[in-house]
């Protein structure tokens, strides 16, 4: 079936590094992609999207990467701080009248100070 | 950031008792959705809605029921709590995009539901 999968669970990194999460998708035919943060006892938090027509996108201190030939998604936070973390999710959404939205497993980001 | 809430944020219940998980978003959107998450793993979506009247189940099968009879309210109900529903239950709300945009999903606190 669809599935979303992320290939590291945990990721420790030295603040002030640079950040790479990733993610590996199943549907070929999702309409666009998704980052969530999530905080410790706290609702997923929207951090980028990119559409599946599109193979890169920048934010603040945020970029997400799209491969679709490998069905690849990737997040990279830069400079990392101790506040990025949180539990990281990618998302694959197909629209069709309702969001089909596949979240994968999450990789927990640790900031060592 | 996005005006949608949930209550309560922790509930610990015996077995076989009724409860109602709140939530609520003032930013009128139609679409709400109800997802279940266990620590650290992936959402499930349980139900969704795509505006007033309208209500559907999501792909993870759930005891729980949902009504959405006004706009910003989405409520989730068992009627007969057990622990295999022991979770945190999220609520998201989203609305069509613009051209630029694509529909996000806000999500809530969440509740951390206990039934013991």
């Known amino acids: 079936g669809e599935s979303v999968g992320l290939h590291l669970p945990t990721l420790s990194v030295q603040e002030g590094d640079n950040s790479i999460i990733n993610c590996a998708y199943s549907n070929s035919a999702s309409d666009y992609f998704i980052w969530y943060k999530q905080e410790s006892g706290k609702g997923p938090q929207f951090i980028i999207d990119i559409r599946s027509n599109m193979d890169k996108r920048q934010g603040q201190r945020v970029t997400v990467l799209l491969n679709k030939t490998v069905k690849h998604l990737s997040l990279q936070i830069a400079a990392t701080q101790p506040g990025d973390s949180a539990v990281y999710f990618c998302a694959d959404v197909l629209s069709r009248g309702y969001q089909k939205v596949t979240f994968g497993t999450g990789t927990k980001l640790q900031v060592i100070p | 950031e996005a005006d949608i809430y949930q209550t309560p944020r922790y509930l610990v219940i015996g077995t076989g008792k009724k409860i109602t998980l709140e939530c609520s978003q003032t930013m009128g959107h139609d679409k709400m959705y109800w997802y279940q998450q266990d620590p650290g793993m992936e959402l499930h979506l349980i139900h969704y809605?795509?505006?007033?009247?309208?209500?559907e189940k999501g792909d993870l099968s759930s005891e729980s029921t949902v009504s959405r009879i006004r706009t910003e309210h989405f409520p989730l109900t068992l009627e007969s709590a057990r622990p295999s529903h022991t979770s945190q239950y999220l609520c998201a709300s989203s609305d069509p995009p613009g051209l630029a945009s694509t529909d996000t999903q806000y999500f809530g606190p969440g509740t951390r539901l206990t039934v013991l």
């Open positions: 809605s795509y505006g007033v009247n309208s209500t």
